[in-house]
């Protein structure tokens, strides 16, 4: 057999057994934002209704008070990185089959890289810009999934 031949079965053979990225299931916009609405209503509402009822007494006073929205965007941010460091599910992406898993590794992220991950999220989100990224991307990654190498992935039920 000629060497040229030999040259090519090697390459051949080297392209077989090179190993193919792995894909992974991205989860879907819809399902997304489907959770996210879900939970402001299973986690951020109650967070409210506490603050403004039984600690406030009354929406009067909350609305008067500076810090008590501050206090309930910081309480859900603490909830939700709890949750996501445990879990890497939230009530609304457990309904949804949706997980948040480091990019390189799939395992669940640390409590800090979570709630850095969620104030990323209020900045983006504030300015819009964040909002846009995953509708020009195919893996469909917001900012706040892009600067904490995170990624939402569907699972099985």
Known sequence: MRFRNLKKQSKQKHRDTQKKPLT???ARMTDKIKAFITDMFMIYTP???????VVMGGKDAFQASNI?????????????????????QTPGKKA??????DEK?????????????YFIFLVSATLLVGL??????KDRKFIHDI????????VEK
């Open 24 to 26: 992974l299931p991205f």
């Open 47 to 53: 967070i409210l209704y506490i603050i403004t009822y």
């Open 68 to 88: 008590a929205p501050f206090v309930g965007v910081t309480l859900y941010a603490i909830i939700y990185a709890i949750l996501l460091a445990k879990f890497a």
């Open 96 to 101: 949804y089959n949706i997980k948040v898993v």
């Open 105 to 117: 590794t799939l395992k669940n992220l640390s409590f800090f890289r979570a709630l850095f991950r």
């Open 132 to 137: 846009l990224f995953p509708f020009f991307r």
């Open 147 to 154: 600067i904490c190498n995170s990624v939402e992935i569907e």
